[in-house]
């Protein structure tokens, strides 16, 4: 019992710390203005899709909008949770890669997010429209169980960081071809977060870059440590060699 609320309470400091960094880096919207206007605007030059197009699709479509709104509001913090819960209560020697996973990809992304960048949503200009907003589903400007989400924290996109966590996770722990079904995770989530225009392409794949890195770093950390335990075991089969000819002379 005394693991799960250790690791509860791990979670949740994350989660607090999150919504602090969000409101330490409102350093303005005019900036946060400025940056969203040139992520867009670097994107049509590298010949990604426009988000605007791609929310037009769903626009004339309330119930795909609700839902959209309400996969944005709630999953990733849901199916993130049930997966941890999961691993740590059936596959528990899997589950610590995991939550530094969780916890390494996020402090990064927080880092970067003191530089406010606005959503897409923020830019009518452009022709993105707030549907959250308009729906009155939206999670910004009002506090929800006492939490007010930052609206100016858009790069990366921990929505999809952790969507992707989830997805590598389960793939590589589950067992059975049913566990490939989790791939939907993300690939909704992308979806969710473009159509609603909470994220731009750009957020979402700056996102995946620092969580690819944080992979490569517990790798190359996990094979220190297993050379490391190697060189130990060896030297104390040595010193064991060692005493046991001492006592035998």
């Given at each position: 019992m005394a693991d799960v609320l250790r690791e509860a309470g791990t979670l949740l400091a994350l989660f607090a710390l999150w919504q602090v960094v969000?409101?330490?880096?409102l350093m303005g919207t005019d900036h946060a203005l400025e940056r969203a206007e040139w992520i867009h605007r670097t994107e049509g030059e590298f010949g990604l899709p426009d988000?605007?197009?791609?929310?037009r699709t769903v626009v004339g479509h309330p119930w795909l909008v609700r839902g959209a709104n309400y996969y944005y509001a709630t999953m990733h913090f849901g199916v993130m949770l049930v997966v941890l819960l999961w691993?740590?209560?059936?596959?528990r020697a899997r589950y610590a890669w995991v939550r530094t996973t969780v916890?390494?990809?996020?402090a990064v992304c927080l880092l970067i997010q003191f530089v406010p960048v606005a959503p897409p949503r923020m830019l009518p200009g452009?022709?993105?429209?707030?549907?959250?907003?308009q729906y009155g589903q939206s999670v910004y400007g009002s506090a929800v169980?006492?939490?007010v989400a930052d609206q100016l924290s858009?790069?990366?996109?921990?929505?999809?960081a952790w969507c992707v966590i989830v997805a590598v996770a389960v793939v590589s722990v589950a067992r059975g071809p049913w566990r490939w079904?989790?791939?939907?995770?993300?690939?909704v989530t992308v979806w969710v977060v473009v159509v609603t225009a909470n994220h731009f392409w750009a957020d979402g794949l700056v996102a995946v870059a620092i969580l690819l890195t944080v992979y490569l770093v517990q790798a190359a950390v996990s094979g220190w440590r297993q050379k490391e335990d190697a060189v130990l075991a060896v030297a104390e089969e040595s010193g064991e060699r060692e005493r046991s000819a001492v006592r035998q002379g």
């Open positions: 969000g409101h330490l880096s988000e605007v197009s791609w929310q691993l740590f209560l059936r596959h916890v390494a990809t996020t452009n022709g993105f429209v707030d549907l959250a907003e169980a006492g939490v858009a790069m990366p996109s921990v929505h999809v079904l989790v791939v939907l995770h993300p690939l």
